[in-house]
Structures are given as structure tokens and as C-alpha cells.
């Protein structure tokens, strides 16, 4: 009895460093990856493949034989959720390795804790979605929250790294063009949603459209591009000014390279009638997007250690 006593206080192993950042880029990777197949469902016309939800038919939580619904819409919506699966499982996995981290941080566990509860929020949206029939103000917030997630798992692997702890010396001037560059990023972002929303791809030929100009919209998204691309280019002038960390100017260079290739694919798509590959490419280029600039932006804002953050070993963070 003494024995099994002990074996029940005994704490579990920590989490390893290397684990947790391990499975903070499975996250980016998940979450990124929902977006670009929730995109392949639309392009393919099979946003109702399951035309309820949280079952796929009315008494079935699998596709089944329906005169009015095709296989392929089927298993592509249902795929789809599938993949949810995934996307729980890693989440799940985040949240638990930070809870058993020593000591345990509060920041890791916040935002470890945002992956299942960004998971439950988008089953809450897509359902909507679904109900309603895919119109477009339901599905561009299910985008957007993607891209939220997206952004906070990049923060998530930053934390689990340590790198947050080694502040960089980042001029302030630098440092409100990042901020500023973020407010415009999600700006075209939303802006993306709407053109979307006004166009072809609805994810169901029978769901009513943003009743606005594809074109005029197209042009405002393209107007915050260039805004976006000046702000980045000032940055880029601010950090030679001021000086930067090799870090700081890998994640500036790597995101003025996916935005620019972003940019360009952007025209391409829309000169070419908005065609289904393109569509899913532009997808994964706004993740990619995403992704570089949060890259960025926890480069460029460090903060200092305190007491109850001991300063992580340069072993950890080789890992």
C-alpha cells in the first residue's frame, strides 16, 4: 500500500524543451493546414457534401448514399472534418506538455491552452457555417480565426523555445513599424475575405453572394498590399538605420519574400478568372504570410527575464 502511495504522488517526468517546441510547430502546421483544406472544400463545390452538423447526414456521422449529394462533396467536406481529429490531438498534446513544464509558465500555459480553445471555437463557427448554409459572413470569420491561430501557435513555439527571454535590441521606431505593419496585415486579410466573398467560390453553387463589385474590392485589397509593402520597405530602412540582429533581418527578409511572392500569385489568380488551384495556393500563401510576420514580431519583441522565469540553458535552446 505504501508503495502504491508513492507511486501516485510521484510527479510525472517535466516536459522536455525540445518536445514542447516540437509540438508547438506541429501546431502551426495543423492549424495552417485546416485553413488550406477548409479552402480546397470550397473551391470543390463541397462546403454541404455534409449538409448537417455535428452529424455528417440526419441520424449518421458518416457520408452516405444520397441522390442529391455527390460522393466526392461528401468524403471532401468529411475529410475535412477528419482532419479536425488531427488538430484536436495536437492541441491537446500542446496544452498538456505545458501544464507538466518546470517550472511551470504561465505564458507557455496561456497560449497552449488557446490551441484546444481556438479548436472548439472554430467547431462552434464552422457549425454555424454549415447551418446556415455557407454564407459569406459566417465563413470569413472561420478564415480569420485560423489566422488568429496561426499567429498565436507561431508565439506558442517562440515561448516554448525561450527565445522570448533573450530580448532584442530593436530601435522604437522599428518597433511601431512592426505594430503598425500587423494592423495593416489584418486589414488585407479581411479585405481578402471579402473579395473572396464576392466571387466565384462560394463552396456551394446555391449560396447567395456579397452583393458588392469582385472588382472594386479587388482593388482595395490591392491598395492595402501596396500600403503593407511601403510599411515593410520603411522597416526595412529603419532596421539598416538602427541596426539589427542577423535574426531580425533572416525573419524580415524571409517575410518580404513570401509577401512579395504572395503579391504576385495574387495577380496571377485574378487575371486568370480566380482558378481552384490558385485559390488553395493564395490560401497557404496567407498562412505563410501569417507565419512570417508573427516570426517577426516575436523577434522584435523580447522581454527581460524575471524571477520567476529562470533563464533558459543554451542547451534548451539548441534543442
Known amino acids: 500500500m505504501t508503495a502504491l ?43 454541404l457534401g455534409c449538409p448537417t452538423w455535428p452529424q455528417c447526414f440526419p441520424g449518421s456521422l458518416v457520408p452516405v448514399s444520397n ?41 507557455l500555459t496561456w497560449l ?9 471555437a472554430q467547431a462552434v463557427v464552422g457549425g454555424v457555417t454549415v447551418l446556415a ?27 516554448s523555445s525561450g ?12 518597433r511601431r513599424l512592426v505594430t503598425a505593419s500587423v494592423v495593416v496585415l489584418a486589414a488585407l486579410l479581411v479585405a481578402g475575405t471579402l473579395v473572396t466573398a464576392a466571387g466565384p467560390h462560394a463552396g456551394d453553387p446555391d449560396t447567395p453572394r456579397l452583393d458588392l463589385s469582385v472588382e472594386l474590392l479587388a482593388q482595395v485589397h490591392g491598395g492595402l498590399l501596396l500600403g503593407y509593402v511601403a510599411l515593410l520597405v520603411a522597416l526595412g530602412l ?8 542577423a535574426t531580425v533581418w533572416r525573419r524580415y527578409g524571409l517575410l518580404v519574400a513570401v509577401v512579395v511572392a504572395q503579391g504576385a500569385l495574387g495577380r496571377v489568380q485574378y487575371a486568370l478568372g480566380v482558378p481552384e488551384l490558385l485559390v488553395s495556393l493564395h490560401v497557404l500563401g496567407a498562412c505563410l504570410v501569417t507565419i512570417a510576420a508573427a516570426a517577426l514580431w516575436t523577434a522584435t519583441s523580447g522581454r527581460s527575464p ?14
Open 5 to 47: 502511495l508513492s507511486c501516485l504522488r510521484t510527479q510525472p517526468p517535466a516536459t522536455p524543451p525540445v518536445l514542447m517546441r516540437r509540438l508547438a510547430i506541429a501546431a502551426v502546421v495543423a492549424q495552417a493546414g485546416i485553413a488550406v483544406t477548409g479552402s480546397v472544400v470550397r473551391v470543390t463545390g463541397s462546403g
Open 133 to 159: 448554409g455557407l454564407v459569406w459572413w459566417t465563413v470569413a470569420p472561420h478564415f480569420l480565426v485560423s489566422m488568429v491561430l496561426v499567429w498565436l501557435a507561431v508565439l506558442l513555439v517562440a515561448e
Open 67 to 107: 441522390a442529391d449529394v455527390a460522393p466526392l462533396h461528401q468524403w471532401v467536406e468529411f475529410g475535412n472534418r477528419l482532419l479536425t481529429v488531427v488538430l484536436v490531438l495536437v492541441a491537446g498534446a500542446c496544452l498538456l506538455a505545458a501544464l507538466n513544464t518546470r517550472p511551470r509558465r504561465r505564458r
Open 112 to 120: 497552449a491552452a488557446a490551441m484546444p480553445a481556438g479548436v472548439v
Open 306 to 319: 524575471t524571477a520567476s522565469q529562470p533563464p533558459v540553458t543554451s542547451a534548451a535552446i539548441r534543442a
Open 163 to 174: 527565445a522570448h527571454r533573450h530580448p532584442t535590441p530593436v530601435a522604437p521606431v522599428a
Open 238 to 245: 529603419a532596421l539598416r538605420a538602427t541596426g539589427a540582429t
